[in-house]
């Protein structure tokens, strides 16, 4: 009954190799969003999603993108994966917009070695 | 861009005490939205609060939003060890869609 699951759980990847992660939800929720999180750092926006196809940069969003091509999945590519993305990725939803709250997914623990 | 500065970083106590965690900035918010998050899951929202000096109440815990919306605090009284967890506040300001999160408070209570 999540509603919104990632995938996958864990992975280790190679310096250089692109690398995609998948966020699936069932709420049938417009917004949807890709956050990192760091110690020290709190979560930071990658890309969000207001809609099929209508995507925006966040704050990090350099060496990132995404698409949405469906209104259930939200994609997150590292193009050219480097040590400085090792970090827990999570992705969140909302009906309405970041100003009522997210429902985020249990997070996507990425190695770069 | 809005920093969030949450306080302390780190909270340890004992089953039953009381303790309020500090979330500060120099930018007004639209709203504010409080989350904990156990490790290995993602943060669960408690609360959205919206309107200078609100008060919410979910329990024994307790939320309010400065006068100026720059700032808020969450109370916790008679903690117990499931309230252990990492406590973030976020901030979304003038602009959709641009929440910012503090870093957190990493609350510890020992039974």
């Known amino acids: 009954d999540a509603g919104i699951t990632q995938s996958p759980r864990h992975k280790v990847t190679e310096t250089g190799t692109p690398v995609t992660l998948r966020c699936h939800q069932t709420?049938?929720?417009?917004?949807m969003y890709w956050y990192r999180q760091d110690p020290g750092h709190g979560l930071r926006l990658i890309h969000y999603?207001?809609?099929?196809?209508?995507?925006d940069k966040g704050e990090v969003s350099d060496g990132y993108s995404v698409s949405r091509s469906k209104t259930e999945d939200f994609l997150l590519t590292l193009e050219s994966a480097t040590s400085s993305q090792t970090s827990v990725y999570f992705c969140?939803?909302?009906?309405?917009?970041?100003?009522?709250?997210?429902?985020f997914g249990s997070g996507t623990r990425l190695t770069v070695v | 861009t809005q920093l969030l500065e949450q306080s302390p970083q780190f909270l340890s106590i004992q089953e039953g005490e009381n303790l309020t965690v500090y979330c500060n900035s120099s930018s007004v918010f639209s709203s504010l939205q409080w989350y904990r998050q156990e490790p290995g899951e993602g943060p669960v929202l408690l609360v959205t609060v919206v309107t200078g000096g609100e008060v919410k109440k979910l329990k024994r815990l307790t939320f309010q939003f400065g006068d100026a919306r720059k700032d808020s605090s969450l109370h916790i009284t008679a903690a117990q060890p499931g309230d252990t967890g990492l406590y973030l506040c976020a901030g979304e300001g003038v602009n959709n869609n641009d929440m910012r999160f503090g870093a957190g408070t990493r609350l510890t209570v020992k039974p």
């Open positions: 999603s207001y809609g099929v196809k209508d995507t």
């Open positions: 709420e049938n929720h417009r917004y």
């Open positions: 969140a939803i909302s009906e309405f917009g970041s100003n009522y709250g997210y429902t």
